[in-house]
């Protein structure tokens, strides 16, 4: 699938999403937009529905991220070297049903907020930081002086029920995963995954 075949798929079932699981959440103007968005989508183009679409995502991760229901924790296998990079990759789950990164049980827990999200995706984000010359239709952000690119797609128009939603197909592939700047996240403590909470157990 061509990567702007996935942003529409990605806007218009984030929009689907909106109005079915957090229409409590909308006001009037948000609520029509995103209306409008799924009776007419070739009125517009993707990068102004971002636009538009970006401070409703914004505001539905605020309110999910303070209700206590998710964590979000990065597996990283060279924990141990406590080397601080630019960005940090962690899955986002349900506090009592989480998905670890490769079977890992050990890892980081975090704290976030949308500012911090450079991408999203419920599988893994194939994320690169590479040099500005290589800018391309797959780059989601910036960090120094250098691009993010996400080859599998990720976005920020996602919320967090999707993510952690059941509902993918493809079940080994699904890893939740976050793409953090670091800078701006908040690290809480060690994790270490009990089997009772183990996605699937």
Same mark, same amino acid.
């Given at each position: 699938?061509?990567?702007?075949?996935?942003?529409?798929?990605?806007?218009?079932?984030?929009?689907?999403?909106?109005?079915?699981?957090?229409?409590? @959440?909308?006001?009037?103007?948000?609520?029509?937009?995103?209306?409008?968005?799924?009776?007419?989508?070739?009125?517009?183009?993707?990068?102004?529905?971002?636009?538009?679409?970006? #401070?409703?995502? =914004?505001?539905?991760?605020?309110?999910?991220?303070? !209700?206590?229901?998710?964590?979000?924790?990065?597996?990283?296998?060279?924990?141990?070297?406590?080397?601080?990079?630019?960005?940090?990759?962690?899955?986002?789950?349900?506090?009592?049903?989480? /998905?670890?990164?490769?079977? $890992?049980?050990?890892?980081?827990?975090?704290?976030?907020?949308?500012? =911090?999200? *450079?991408?999203?995706?419920?599988?893994?984000?194939?994320?690169?930081?590479?040099?500005? !010359?290589?800018?391309?239709?797959?780059?989601?952000?910036?960090?120094?002086?250098? *691009?993010?690119?996400?080859?599998?797609?990720?976005?920020?128009?996602?919320? #967090?029920?999707?993510?952690? =939603?059941?509902?993918?197909?493809?079940?080994?592939?699904?890893?939740?995963? $976050?793409?953090?700047? /670091?800078?701006?996240?908040?690290?809480?403590? #060690? @994790?270490?995954?009990?089997?009772? *909470?183990?996605?699937?157990?």
């Amino acid at each position: 699938m061509k990567l702007v075949e996935i942003r529409k798929k990605q806007i218009l079932d984030l929009c689907k999403t909106l109005l079915e699981v957090y229409t409590s @959440y909308l006001e009037r103007e948000e609520f029509e937009l995103i209306n409008g968005i799924l009776n007419d989508f070739s009125d517009e183009n993707i990068s102004l529905l971002e636009e538009k679409l970006l #401070p409703i995502v =914004s505001k539905i991760w605020q309110l999910e991220l303070a !209700s206590g229901k998710y964590v979000v924790i990065s597996w990283n296998k060279y924990a141990k070297e406590k080397e601080k990079k630019a960005l940090t990759f962690a899955t986002i789950s349900k506090k009592d049903e989480v /998905t670890s990164f490769c079977n $890992l049980t050990e890892g980081t827990l975090y704290k976030i907020s949308f500012a =911090s999200l *450079v991408g999203a995706l419920d599988k893994d984000g194939a994320t690169l930081i590479e040099d500005a !010359s290589k800018e391309n239709e797959f780059t989601i952000g910036t960090i120094d002086d250098k *691009v993010i690119n996400s080859y599998n797609g990720a976005t920020r128009l996602i919320t #967090p029920y999707q993510l952690v =939603s059941s509902n993918n197909s493809d079940y080994k592939s699904k890893h939740n995963e $976050l793409i953090l700047k /670091t800078a701006l996240i908040e690290e809480v403590g #060690p @994790y270490t995954l009990d089997d009772n *909470v183990r996605k699937g157990k």
